[in-house]
C-alpha cells in the first residue's frame, strides 16, 4: 500500500521544528500531536533537507500516464452523464469533449 503525500508546507513544518534547536531527534518531532508523520518519513525529510536544502523538500513529479482530460473537461462529463444517465459513455464523450482519445473507461472513472 503506497504511503501518503505531504505537503510541502508539513515538511517545511517538521524543517521548522528540527531547526529551532528544541527538538533534536526525529522521535521527538514525530511523537507531537501535530505532527502526522512518522518517524522514518520526519528522518527522510530531515536527510534530504541536509544535502539538498529546501528544495529537496518540494514535491517530484510521480510517474504514471498523464490525464487525458483536464478538471473542466471532468466537470462537463459528470454533468452530462447526471443529465443524461441512460447515454453510452462513448456518445457522452464524442459530445463533451471532442477529438477525446480516450476510451470509455476515462468516462466511467469521471
Known amino acids: 500500500m503506497p504511503g501518503r ?11 521548522g521544528l528540527f531547526q529551532s534547536g528544541r527538538y533534536r531527534s526525529a522521535e521527538a518531532i514525530a511523537a507531537l500531536p501535530e ?40 466537470a462537463a462529463i459528470v454533468e452530462a452523464v447526471r443529465q443524461n444517465p441512460q447515454q453510452p459513455a462513448s456518445s457522452t464523450a464524442r459530445r463533451v469533449v471532442p477529438g477525446l482519445l480516450g476510451c470509455k473507461e476515462t468516462i466511467y472513472r469521471r
Do not use: N, W
Not at 5 to 15: G, H, L, N, P
Open 35 to 74: 505532527v502526522s508523520m512518522k518517524v522514518h518519513t520526519v528522518r527522510r525529510c530531515i536527510a534530504k533537507f541536509r544535502t539538498d536544502g529546501f528544495e529537496g523538500l518540494k514535491t517530484k513529479p510521480k510517474s504514471g500516464r498523464h490525464r487525458v482530460t483536464t478538471p473542466g473537461q471532468d
Open 5 to 15: 503525500y505531504y505537503t510541502e508546507s508539513e515538511r517545511a513544518f517538521v524543517i
